[in-house]
């Protein structure tokens, strides 16, 4: 296979967008990744586009007609939270197998302009085994709320580490402008705020957003037309489990998880100790932890240690999430994954808002469906 580089990232604010429609979005998150370009970039240039988007009928259109790209094929993935990073994971087989040359990768959704009950109900019903989980009422909060509350029965990890999460996460984000909760928070406020499914409280959860993101990917023959500081696609992986909690034999893992970390660290050539930073699925602080040992960051049962030592935040020796991850930032599915890409590329050229010293390798990583679908995408520096 050909090699593969990211030559451009940007994205819009993660924000309530309230007067922007996805039409709106996709333009301003491509105007920022193409203005990454260090040589520019010219729409031709492109041969193919892959969108991800969780909530549209009418993707591959409606991006092709706001930015102009008709002529332009279009590919729209849809699955589910793992959306951004399988879309990434498509265009990138794309162009090592010499089918295409240069891709877009492009991600957007808008969840506020929803009401909250419908858009509940909307997701849930799609992502859930209608005759089983669904109708037992397990939306994402609390169906994700049975996996830690077991986790945390049979490890030592306590209530107060997931809030060491959330504090350490809002931490890196209020440094971040494009962030939708750009404020830090106290033990004590994590710890108290109002219960939504036990044991996650408010501050547990990520908010709901609006954006979009876009990276332009290149081959390897002709990147140097971009850029002499290309960021490398060394792995990806997706991973699959059981929707229904119920066939399910341990909750204290995400399997799905391992076996995308697994294909795409096989991949890579590469192990989880190789890893300098990385973007983990928060979207439950409860997730970030459990995920920190299914990617092999720390032994069964030990993630919480990470959290203790100061680990996995910015000056610790794993940094994760600096960019506040989806925990401030929220979750607009189609987009999130791209994003997570979006900080990697700046940190692995050394320009991120929280730049994590030396970084050279990162990882990304999503989960959904609601805990049935993982996919991983790990990129390298330009010899930093």
């Known amino acids: ?43 031709a240039d492109i041969d193919a586009a892959w969108f991800g988007a969780l909530r549209t009928t009418d993707g591959s259109g409606i991006l092709a007609e706001s930015l102009g790209l008709a002529e332009l094929p279009v590919t729209h993935i849809e699955n589910s939270c793992a959306t951004g990073n399988d879309a990434v994971r498509n265009a990138l087989y794309a162009i090592a197998s010499g089918a295409v040359d240069v891709a877009l990768v492009i991600g957007a959704d808008k969840l506020r302009e929803t009401a909250q009950k419908d858009m509940l109900r909307e997701w849930e019903s799609m992502t859930r085994h209608r005759a089983w989980d669904y109708e037992l009422g397990l939306f994402a909060p609390a169906g994700y709320a049975l996996h830690v509350n077991r986790y945390l029965h049979e490890s030592h990890a306590t209530r107060e580490h997931l809030a060491m999460v959330a504090v350490k996460n809002h931490r890196h984000g209020a440094r971040n402008p494009k962030v939708r909760l750009p404020f830090e928070i106290t033990m004590e406020q994590a710890l108290q705020a109002p219960m939504v499914a036990d044991p996650f409280r408010v501050y547990d959860c990520a908010p709901q957003s609006d954006g979009a993101a876009a990276l332009v990917l290149a081959a390897e023959e002709v990147v140097d037309r971009y850029t002499d500081a290309p960021v490398w696609v060394r792995g990806v992986g997706l991973g699959l489990d059981s929707v229904m909690l119920q066939h399910r034999p341990d909750l204290t893992t995400f399997p799905a998880t391992v076996r995308a970390a697994r294909r795409a660290f096989t991949m890579a050539g590469l192990g989880p100790g190789d ?86 390798i990162g990882l990304a990583h999503n989960l959904g469906g609601p805990t049935s679908v993982s996919a991983i995408t790990i990129l390298e520096g330009p010899g930093r």
């Open 1 to 43: 296979m050909r090699r593969v580089a990211v030559v451009g990232a940007g994205m819009t604010p993660f924000a309530e967008h309230f007067a922007l429609g996805i039409g709106d979005l996709l333009p301003m998150a491509f105007a920022e990744c193409a203005a990454s370009v260090d040589k520019g970039l010219r729409v």
């Open 275 to 360: 890893i300098d930073v990385a973007e983990v699925h928060d979207y439950f602080t409860g997730i970030e932890l459990m995920s920190y040992e299914d990617l092999g960051f720390a032994e069964r049962f030990e993630g919480y240690k990470l959290l203790e030592t100061g680990a996995t935040a910015v000056g610790g020796a794993l940094p994760v999430n600096p960019s506040g991850g989806l925990k401030t930032k929220g979750h607009p599915p189609g987009a999130t994954g791209i994003a997570q890409c979006v900080e990697l590329f700046e940190q692995l050229r050394g320009t991120a808002v929280n730049q994590v010293d030396g970084a050279r």
